[in-house]
């Protein structure tokens, strides 16, 4: 009996080893989250191998588009999954359902699905997947294509490192300036070429011809690139061009004097202004200049003699892709879960606002807490509700003061306000060291005071002061400031009492 028990127990552990060692054996079925997780690695792979190449095919470029704008949605809704837990203690608008998964960012807890749009975010993530794999699917051509455009000389290190240094999501933008500036005339045609960029305010405009001008291949190819603003069109000397404008840079190694001409305007331009400088441009510069010409009107899109470049804000995804790049930086967001949840829903909060994005971010990486993160947040939606109870929803972005807006500082229990009057710019570090001498006495006097005192109440300035409320980490680097004021409620305009707003 003792022979036949040994002989049972002995089988039945020889068949327990043997299936455990099977089941160990066998790989692990992947999550639809870490499929999507290598695909969009996958798919960076291929985009950052782009952008260090010079591609003028169009076709090239725009499927490349696609394959980018997939990318931004994979990593918005891969983000929006893994930060659900958080986004509990911060929003109660989504319907919750009874299915229940582990969290990825803390085995222990459990994530109940929400529903947005009648999809849980499990069939988001599917479907998100499945747009992504077919899209990798249809770069086989482009991706051996690729190996045939040469390649620029420059090597980033890593994504905010690029971020840094170039654009995010403007290659088609970039490309279409590129072909224009660099494309031969045609044979007989006397005409200067005009290119009309047309966007809404701060959209980017200024830092697409900053990179265009700053390529090394069109400052060989033009003997000067002169800026022209609003009053110098105004100018009488336009007549012959000489004297006029800022020039920003000037090649003497070329033999041709071909200009290239950058107008910026704020205003709607005079239609006698814009025949005065382009009947000077045929009259007074060699064939081959071109100009750009970028405004917010649509009016200047029959000036141009090619087709208009509109540009557009960035969407909600790729806003999130570059909120989350330039406020983490090398750090990554996955192991900040917290954080990460707080980000995103200031990213939404912000609406695409770049001015936001370049405040905010400078300011919670210095600050690299869950607290002054939550605070920074509750800040932004307090601003937003205050303004938009005045306003309505005329305001769409929160850092872009178009009549007064008000800010209370964080956790300041009393009634003062901060009236934000109105901004401006500045273009480079002199400017703000000859900020002094510039400016009148009076304005002189007003002091400045940085954007984390501002909005955290470490100074307490009276009555009329200036904020710098960011520098762009781009060209050209513009300073903004804005103009600001302490009231006491009772001095805020509400909606019924506010003067109407004059266009501009």
């Known amino acids: 009996m003792e022979t036949f028990l040994s002989a049972i127990l ?97 085995p222990a807890k459990r994530i109940r699905f929400c529903r947005v749009s009648g999809k849980s975010l499990e069939e988001q993530l599917q479907q998100v997947f499945g747009s992504l794999e077919v899209t990798i699917e249809d770069m086989g051509e482009v991706v051996m294509f690729l190996n045939s455009c040469p390649r620029l000389c420059r090597q980033p290190y890593s994504m905010h490192l690029l971020l840094d240094k170039c654009l995010l999501g403007r290659q088609m933008e970039m490309e279409h300036i590129m072909n224009f500036l660099l494309k031969e005339d045609i044979p007989g045609d006397e005409n200067t070429g005009v290119l009309p960029i047309i966007g809404p305010w701060r959209v980017g405009k200024s830092t697409l011809i900053e990179h265009a001008c700053a390529d090394e291949r069109v400052r060989n190819r033009f003997f000067q690139i002169v800026h022209f603003s609003d009053d110098d069109l105004e100018d009488a000397n336009m007549v012959t061009l000489r004297d006029c404008g800022v020039i920003k840079h000037q090649n003497r190694g070329t033999g041709e004097e071909r200009l290239l001409i950058i107008i910026e305007l704020i205003r709607d331009i005079d239609e006698a202004a814009w025949s005065r400088l382009y009947s000077a441009s045929k009259r007074c510069v060699a064939k081959g200049s071109k100009i750009i010409v ?140 000859d900020y002094h001498t510039n400016f009148p006495q009076s304005e002189a006097a007003v002091p400045m005071v940085s954007l984390q005192d501002f909005l955290f109440g470490s100074v307490r300035p009276q009555g009329k002061f200036k904020v710098l409320a960011s520098r762009s980490h781009l060209p050209p680097h513009y300073n903004y400031i804005l103009n600001c004021e302490v009231w006491t409620s009772h001095h805020l305009i509400t909606r019924e009492e506010r003067p109407q707003k004059l266009c501009t």
């Open 10 to 106: 002995g089988d039945l552990a020889s068949r327990s080893i043997s299936f455990l060692i099977n089941k160990s054996s066998k790989p692990t079925a992947l999550t639809v989250e870490e499929r999507l997780q290598r695909l969009l690695l996958r798919a960076r792979i291929i985009l950052e191998e782009a952008d260090e190449r010079l591609i003028t095919n169009q076709s090239m470029l725009q499927q490349l588009n696609i394959l980018r704008k997939e990318m931004y949605r994979g990593y918005y809704t891969l983000d929006r999954f893994r930060c659900h837990v958080h986004e509990a203690d911060h929003t109660k608008d989504h319907e919750v359902s009874n299915h229940v998964i582990p969290s990825k960012f803390n």
């Open 294 to 433: 970028a405004s917010r009107s649509d009016k200047i899109a029959r000036f141009g003699t090619t087709q208009a470049l509109r540009v557009k804000y960035l969407t909600q995804e790729a806003y999130w892709y570059f909120f989350k790049v330039r406020t983490f930086g090398s750090i990554d967001a996955e192991e900040h879960p917290k954080l990460a949840s707080i980000a995103m829903d200031m990213a939404r909060e912000m609406n695409g606002c770049f001015m936001g994005s370049s405040m905010y971010s400078v300011l919670l990486k210095a600050n690299f807490n869950v607290r002054f993160w939550s605070m920074a947040l509750a800040g932004i939606r307090e601003f937003k509700q205050k303004n938009l109870l005045g306003y309505g929803a005329n305001i769409d972005c929160p850092w872009h003061p178009v009549e007064p807006t008000y800010i209370r500082m964080i956790n300041n229990v009393s009634s003062e306000y901060l009236v934000v009057l109105g901004d401006y710019q500045t273009c480079s570090v002199q400017d703000m060291v």
